[in-house]
């Protein structure tokens, strides 16, 4: 009987809290290290500070990429197909979850989160809101388990709200709420050619089923 065996991928905890210590938010620390190695807090800050360069940085939640794969067996023994936790996984409930069907009633919006600490000019914020746009859209077409969500959230019009939000750490707290959501996000950070200091952290983009969505910003004022 041949079969493969994936389990879930999770951050080494020593060097995530190293990360941490150093000002990189979470979200962004288990991306750096799943992108280096896992093995190296030097490698994965490089990896982030590297990211911080450019003119935004992307930090989509790690769920979106990390998916616990199905033990792949033969079935010539009549052996079930197990999950990396060992539990029985019915095939027909798994196909069905593969597929994605949505529901016909939900709806999907893209929020943006401005900082408003920062005082940004009429110009640079609307760039900076673009950036998250285009940023958080980008992500958004890599997953092909988002098709049908972008689809649906096009063909009804491209939902789309500017609330304001009150300093870098509120928009930092905001992503981790989603991430726990399962919320897709995008958080800019400008390189600071113009108007404000390097790296700062501007917008945060979101997208996810309105109801969920409005669970994390729903009491945030428009801009």
Do not use: C
């Not at 280096?36 to 990429?65: I, K």
């Not at 409005?214 to 004022?221: D, E, I, M």
């Amino acid at each position: 009987m041949d079969k493969t065996v994936e389990t879930e991928w999770k951050p080494n905890e020593e060097l995530l809290r190293m990360l941490m210590e150093m000002g990189i938010a979470k979200i962004a620390a288990e991306h750096a290290l799943f992108y280096t190695g896992n093995n190296s807090a030097e490698a994965a800050a490089s990896y982030v500070f590297d990211n911080f360069e450019n003119d935004e940085a992307s930090t989509p939640p790690l769920t979106s990429l990390l998916n616990t794969q199905l033990y792949e067996i033969d079935g010539t023994d009549g052996s079930p197909r197990r999950n990396a936790a060992g539990e029985i996984v019915d095939s027909g409930d798994e196909e069905d979850t593969a597929e994605g069907v949505l529901d016909p009633e939900t709806s999907y919006k893209m929020i943006f989160v401005v900082n408003s600490s920062l005082n940004m000019g009429v110009g640079k914020l609307a760039a900076q809101v673009a950036h998250a746009s285009l940023g958080l859209y980008r992500t958004l077409i890599e997953y092909h388990t988002m098709e049908q969500a972008v689809d649906k959230w096009t063909n009804e019009g491209e939902k789309k709200v500017v609330l304001k939000g009150e300093n870098h750490i509120h928009l930092q707290e905001l992503q981790k709420q989603a991430e726990f959501s399962n919320i897709h996000s995008y958080l800019v950070h400008d390189a600071g050619r113009t108007q404000i200091p390097p790296n700062s952290v501007t917008v945060l983009g979101l997208f996810g089923e309105e109801k969920i969505v409005n669970s994390v910003t729903g009491n945030l004022s428009l801009l």
